[in-house]
């Protein structure tokens, strides 16, 4: 089968260095093992989505010598805020199965269509699952709108990552229950991220790690639905010298910040070499890293970023 990558950011600020190294490495994953890659927009929640910021987000990848194949822009509809009716038959299959129940629980709402990143993970179990139709129909005659969970099975799903090994979880004891739609209608990313991966033919996930406990959600989702998930394969994060994730709204280590004071090559150096890939921070060109890749060179450990960057 071809392998068949995606970049999938989200267009909620400006790409920063962490970005690049995790799509530098899905590139590269992809591209040294002749596949291919598509650029799938994840603008799901439209409160924290900005086309200029889509629009920079690819500029950024081509400066740093990425392409792809398929995809946004070039096929315009290949953005989740244009995918509803796909989340939405997916829904209803699920429903059709008994898995969907309202959830009128507020505390997990506001985050459920963005991908989970550390500290975000939320508390799952609540009592609407068990509430009788009488307390249901009470809480609908007052006005309050529900968010919909999927029933996950008490079964262990054991997740082959290609770098970090087996990662296994009981769904029921380890996350529970989780939203699959917000109250407010806009479909969660677990669920949307599912849907896209198995209906854009998607045979490989790489993604920071972070991510990694989503994978077993989204293995069983896919496979609840009838798909075939694809390989997962997550790359170490680059944490501050406090050893904090970095997030978008980390200023100098932007793209902004970083095409100012770096060549295309020469942030691709330091990235290769933070990542163990190579010896030394020296421009390298990301066509010229292929012929060298190997998951074997790059680190398992978070990477700190050095004073230097
Ligand atoms: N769109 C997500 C993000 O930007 C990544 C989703 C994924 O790779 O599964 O955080």
């Known amino acids: 089968m071809p392998i068949r990558g995606r970049f999938a950011p989200s267009p909620s600020g400006r790409l920063h260095i962490g970005n690049m190294l995790s799509s530098l490495l899905a590139w590269l994953d992809v591209r040294s093992r002749g596949g291919e890659i598509i650029f799938r927009l994840e603008d799901l929640d439209p409160e924290r989505s900005w086309d200029e910021y889509a629009q920079l987000m690819a500029e950024d990848l081509r400066w740093l010598g990425l392409d792809w194949d398929g995809g946004w822009p070039m096929e315009a509809d290949c953005r989740q805020g244009r995918r509803t009716a796909e989340y939405e038959a997916a829904f209803g299959q699920l429903r059709d199965m008994g898995l969907v129940y309202d959830c009128w629980c507020s505390r997990s709402e506001r985050l459920a269509a963005s991908a989970p990143h550390p500290g975000e993970e939320r508390p799952s179990s609540c009592r609407c699952r068990s509430l009788s139709e009488g307390e249901r129909g009470e809480l609908r005659r007052r006005g309050r709108r529900a968010a919909a969970k999927v029933i996950v099975p008490d079964r262990e799903i054991a997740v082959p990552d290609g770098h970090y090994g087996e990662y296994r979880e009981n769904l029921a004891r380890g996350c ?134």
């Open 176 to 309: 529970g229950d989780f939203i699959i739609r917000r109250s407010d209608g806009v479909f969660a990313y677990q669920l949307a991220v599912s849907v896209d991966d198995a209906a854009m033919g998607v045979t490989r996930v790489v993604r920071a790690r972070d991510l990694l406990s989503s994978a077993p959600r989204q293995k069983w989702l896919i496979e609840t639905l009838g798909g075939t998930a694809p390989d997962y394969c997550h790359a170490p994060l680059l944490v501050s010298g406090e050893g904090r994730k970095l997030s978008k709204r980390e200023g100098d280590l932007n793209m902004e910040s970083l095409r100012r004071r770096y060549t295309p090559e020469g942030l691709c150096g330091v990235l290769a070499y933070l990542c163990g890939l190579t010896d030394r921070p020296e421009s390298v060109s990301a066509r010229e890293l292929v012929g060298h890749f190997s998951w074997e060179k790059v680190s398992r450990e978070d990477i700190t970023l050095p004073d230097w960057v």
